[in-house]
């Protein structure tokens, strides 16, 4: 068995599973390479079998983070895997050559097994590859729409809590970080899945959902007083990247100097309240965290909590704070005047 140092086990169960079946499994003929964590455009069989372990016959598997391979395999692997790291070396495209993509081919020529729901998935993380920040999430599995998780799409446009309540949500399923400024009419796929080329992993990236799928998904806006936002994340230019700000370059003592919104903020929070889409949204205050967790997990049917979470703010530089109030003004007085939850 090969697992990498980010292996993050969702499914203890069904390892479980495997190791009390092992008997019935190692005697089995139609499989040499057993992968945890299965992601991209995979196509899978159902085996016709009565083990009873939820495994599928899978091509176009990638992730090598974690793997069960047949001795009679290891030969094949290692070939695949010297051949790639050979080319790497001499410079070849990561796109073409990276251990995960490198085995694709033999998928085709040996059987490879996968299971019905994500067993293992990579912790998010920088790439040594990719030269970048990934995230492998299980939601970005085929196998996921044969499971039942409950799945949280948590937005903000930063400084907001998104990050504090993603942490709290993964306690009843999976969670997945957004910063686009703009929803989808209907909920779409984040990130690289399912397109060609990078694309930053939390963004939506175009391509629809299957309905089955996205119909499991809970997507929340999270937000907070604008001021206490731009003084937290907007003096980062790496920030106003991600948040898709119309011209990342302007800084906070830009937006002083003109008296105007130029990270769009406004235009950011309005765009997920007035969007016309075939999803709800649960538009959620900052402040509920702290003292209305029990009125947030009845909007999300979420089994009652132990308690509120705790609040850690961090002292920052208010010498531009009576400035932005009066940029921020009337959006602060429409956010204000708004529910601690709403649902649109």
């Not at 169960?13 to 499994?25: E, N, S």
């Not at 929340?220 to 230019?237: C, E, K, Q």
């Not at 009576?322 to 009337?330: C, K, Q, T, V, W």
Request: hydrophobic fraction near 40%.
């Amino acid at each position: 068995m090969v697992v990498e140092d980010d292996v993050q086990v969702l499914e203890p169960i069904q390892l479980q599973k495997v190791v009390q079946g092992w008997d019935r499994l190692a005697k089995a003929r139609d499989w040499h390479v057993l992968t945890f964590t299965a992601s991209g455009p995979i196509q899978t069989q159902r085996r016709q079998t009565d083990d009873n372990l939820g495994l599928v016959h899978v091509i176009n598997a990638h992730s090598t983070t974690g793997y069960l391979v047949r001795q009679l395999s290891i030969p094949h692997l290692l070939q695949v895997f010297h051949h790639s790291a050979m080319q790497l070396q001499q410079g070849a495209s990561r796109r073409h050559f990276a251990l995960d993509v490198a085995w694709l081919e033999l998928q085709r020529k040996i059987p490879f097994l996968t299971f019905d729901s994500m067993t293992m998935t990579q912790r998010m993380g920088v790439s040594d590859i990719e030269h970048a920040v990934t995230d492998y999430s299980p939601l970005f599995a085929h196998s996921t729409l044969r499971g039942n998780k409950r799945i949280f799409f948590v937005c903000s446009y930063g400084g907001s809590g998104s990050k504090l309540l993603c942490k709290h949500l993964t306690n009843y399923g999976m969670t997945l970080h957004i910063h686009s400024r703009k929803p989808p009419p209907s909920l779409e796929w984040v990130g690289n899945n399912r397109v060609v080329g990078p694309q930053y992993f939390e963004w939506f990236n175009g391509v629809p959902l299957p309905p089955q799928l996205a119909a499991r998904i809970s997507v929340i806006f999270i937000y907070r007083n604008p001021v206490r936002a731009v003084l937290s994340r907007y003096h980062n230019p790496i920030h106003r990247r991600h948040v898709q700000v119309p011209d990342a370059s302007v800084s906070i003592e830009d937006a002083v100097k003109a008296q105007r919104d130029l990270f769009a903020i406004g235009e950011f929070f309005n765009n997920y309240l007035t969007s016309k889409r075939n999803y709800k949204i649960h538009f959620v205050k900052y402040d509920v965290l702290f003292n209305k967790m029990n009125e947030l997990h009845k909007t999300l049917k979420l089994p009652t909590p132990v308690s509120n979470l705790k609040r850690k703010e961090k002292d920052r530089d208010q010498t531009h704070a009576e400035a932005l109030a009066r940029i921020y003004a009337d959006l602060t007085t429409q956010m204000d005047s708004m529910a601690a939850i709403e649902t649109h």
